[in-house]
């Protein structure tokens, strides 16, 4: 298959439901509140979430398994993003005494293993490394990620927070392609503008994927000159695009880059992932787009 052929691209919706937080709340939400959170991602054309076996030190994928048994019908509608390769001390990973990764063929099968039977499901749809690990050879992760998608366990594979250079050497090592890298990026952080990732998801035809697009919540923080500096500008540019919100305006700020970055939205309220669903349609000017640049960055461009 050609690197540039179009089979190669693995569709996703614009925004994904983050599931990284959904346990933080000092009220954690019941398996059917997380349901009909799950359902409103749905009416509002968010088809996908995504989550790691790590999140919540290991126990959100049992809790969106939970919620899948609450409403069964999820399981046909959403499509699920997860991923493997991180232990940490905990009740779950008994042995492991030193937070560290692990991407290994062995432990990557292992934890597929694991997440389909936390979340109660046949298969998954993206299965991501979820950090580099430096110790593991990449002709190793390469055969692991390859045996679970010949097993049908996993739909499609990915990595995430690799360099290019990591990138390009797993996908080369593997049979089948890896489908996404999934990496910080939003107005506080602009590395993969930067540093090739971009551009190499553009060149392969696959799309990237944006965690913490509002950084962590730190966009919004007083205490952030860059933060507050783009929450003027977006106020400001706010009345130009319907009146969005700083958020609505910072997933649009994300996709508008020519690789369409996913966009992974991280919030507990109903209202925000209402909120962000017209976010797609926003079609900001050039000009807007680099007044946000420049308002993150504190100066205009070279
Ligand atoms: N691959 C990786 O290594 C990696 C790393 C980190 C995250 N992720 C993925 O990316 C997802 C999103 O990351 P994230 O949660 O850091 O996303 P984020 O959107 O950057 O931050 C979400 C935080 O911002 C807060 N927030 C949102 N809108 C706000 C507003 N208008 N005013 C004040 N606070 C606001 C949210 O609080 P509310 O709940 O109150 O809205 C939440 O605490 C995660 O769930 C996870 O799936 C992946």
């Not at 399981?75 to 001390?89: A, C, E, Y």
């Not at 919030?267 to 349609?281: G, H, M």
Request: charged letters at 25%; a negative charge.
């Amino acid at each position: 298959m050609s690197e540039d052929s179009d089979q190669l691209r693995y569709e996703i919706s614009d925004i994904v439901y983050g599931t990284w937080r959904i346990l933080d709340d000092k009220e954690k939400p019941s398996a059917t509140a997380l349901a009909e959170r799950l359902n409103v991602c749905l009416e509002n054309c968010i088809d996908t979430i995504d989550t790691a076996e790590i999140y919540g030190l290991y126990s959100v994928e049992e809790a969106i398994g939970e919620a899948l048994k609450a409403d069964p019908k999820l399981k046909d509608q959403l499509r699920i993003i997860t991923k493997g390769g991180i232990d940490v001390p905990s009740g779950e990973k008994t042995g492991v005494s030193l937070p560290h990764y692990n991407a290994t063929s062995e432990n990557l099968v292992a934890c597929v293993e694991k997440s389909l039977n936390l979340m109660n499901i046949e298969s998954i749809d993206l299965f991501l490394v979820h950090r580099p690990d430096w110790l593991t050879p990449p002709e190793d992760t390469a055969a692991g990620l390859d045996c679970l998608l010949a097993q049908g366990k996993v739909k499609a594979v990915g990595v995430s927070n690799y360099t290019y250079h990591q990138f390009e050497t797993l996908d080369q090592l593997m049979d089948g392609r890896l489908s996404t890298n999934q990496v910080e990026f939003g107005p506080l952080e602009m590395a993969p503008l930067y540093d090739g990732v971009f551009d190499q998801c553009l060149r392969k035809r696959i799309r990237p994927m944006a965690w913490s697009p509002l950084a962590g919540g730190r966009l919004f923080s007083e205490n952030n000159e860059a933060g507050m500096s783009v929450c003027l500008k977006l106020m400001e540019l706010s009345p130009k695009y319907g009146n969005a919100s700083v958020g609505a305006l910072v997933y649009a700020w994300i996709l508008s880059v020519p690789s369409n970055p996913v966009v992974i939205l991280g919030t507990n309220k109903i209202d925000r992932i209402r909120d962000v669903s017209k976010a797609p349609e926003i079609r900001l000017d050039r000009e807007d787009w680099y007044a946000v640049w420049e308002a993150a960055q504190g100066e205009s461009v070279p």
